[in-house]
């Protein structure tokens, strides 16, 4: 083993002088909470549902909560946003006769308890209380979920997206980059060419990134036989036992599957009772028409002793919105929200 200070400097990552953080190649986290919160509250305070409509007047009046966590992450020059918040907001309506005079006023809220990464395709859980549940009080709240809703949805999905370009972390990198630009144009006169052959194939680079597939390899043991293994996870009834969530699967070649609540969907390629499964998948995130390949193997070199080997070829690097996060989660979600659970519910620990 070499000394200390005596590696070989290829595989050695060394602090700079200058504490420069070059082309983000190392981890750089920025925290988005407070950034999170004022863009909620300029998107949805103060919102008009409706202005007279059926002498109906609505309209949200401020953020008054958001809480949770919300970061963003720069590795490598790819953004790769993180956030798990909830955010209360007040409103009011008020109805009116045909003549223009005031029949009720009323104030309400509305909750909205989930806005996470992970579920950043989907819209979240949104809920409205109103404080009088008298008739036009219900009126009021009814106008709210039917013409509110859609609007408030709407300006939530402008901050997920907002996210995924990296919230306040953007600003940041586009600063280092002219920045970078600057100092290129002031480098000597005498190395232009050496200057334009560096600039092409960084931007190369980043295109073929955004584009790019990866692979992911699991290796997993369990005190079980091989078969019941498969079973379960072939049976849709033990897959809701062990993810509480809702699922459908098909037991035959070439019937689909949908799991975690619809979140993951695909079709059985090939099955082999205790050996080996085959399918196509892909979350709901991903761009359309893009699908991974699942291959799971099953061997019992002892009775009571099954080793699973999961690989999972043309992983997207990112989604459709750009969060370069798919990978990890997709390795991730295997590891603890399947094969560590199944251990868990079913005694199949080692």
Not at 67 to 82: C, Q, S
Not at 136 to 156: C, D, F, N, Q, S
Request: proline share 4%; hydrophobic share 35%.
């Amino acid at each position: 083993m070499a000394k200390f200070g005596e590696g070989d400097k290829r595989w050695i990552v060394e602090e700079r002088p200058d504490g420069a953080n070059v082309h983000n190649w190392h981890w750089a986290e920025t925290n988005c909470l407070e950034w999170s919160r004022n863009l909620l509250t300029k998107l949805l305070s103060d919102l008009p549902i409706l202005d007279g409509e059926g002498n109906l007047y609505v309209k949200t009046k401020k953020v008054d909560k958001v809480d949770g966590e919300a970061y963003v992450n720069v590795r490598k020059g790819k953004i790769i946003p993180g956030y798990e918040i909830s955010v209360s907001i007040s409103w009011e309506g008020e109805a009116k006769d045909a003549e223009g005079k005031s029949l009720l006023k009323v104030e309400g809220s509305i909750e909205i308890p989930y806005i996470a990464d992970e579920n950043a395709d989907e819209d979240p859980e949104l809920r409205v209380s109103v404080r009088d549940e008298g008739p036009i009080g219900k009126r009021l709240k009814e106008a709210m979920v039917t013409k509110g809703k859609p609007l408030i949805l709407e300006k939530v999905r402008v901050y997920v997206e907002t996210m995924a370009k990296g919230g306040p972390a953007k600003d940041e990198l586009e600063v280092k980059k002219v920045s970078s630009s600057s100092k290129a144009a002031a480098a000597p006169v005498a190395e232009p060419a050496k200057s334009e052959v560096k600039k092409e194939p960084k931007k190369e680079a980043k295109k073929e990134g955004k584009k790019g597939f990866k692979t992911i390899t699991l290796t997993e043991k369990f005190s079980c036989r091989a078969k019941d293994l498969f079973e379960i996870m072939m049976d849709e009834n033990r897959w809701k036992g062990f993810t509480q969530s809702n699922a459908r699967i098909s037991k035959e070649v070439g019937g689909e599957f949908t799991i975690f609540d619809g979140s993951v969907t695909g079709r059985n390629v090939e099955l082999q009772e205790g050996k080996l499964i085959v399918q196509k998948w892909r979350f709901g995130n991903w761009a359309d028409g893009l699908f991974s390949m699942v291959r799971i193997t099953f061997d019992e070199p002892e009775p009571g002793v099954t080793i699973v080997k999961m690989t999972q070829t043309d992983v997207p690097e990112e989604d459709r919105y750009g969060n370069a996060t798919v990978v990890e989660n997709t390795e991730r979600g295997w590891r603890d929200l399947i094969f560590h659970k199944i251990r868990a519910v079913f005694g199949f620990g080692i």
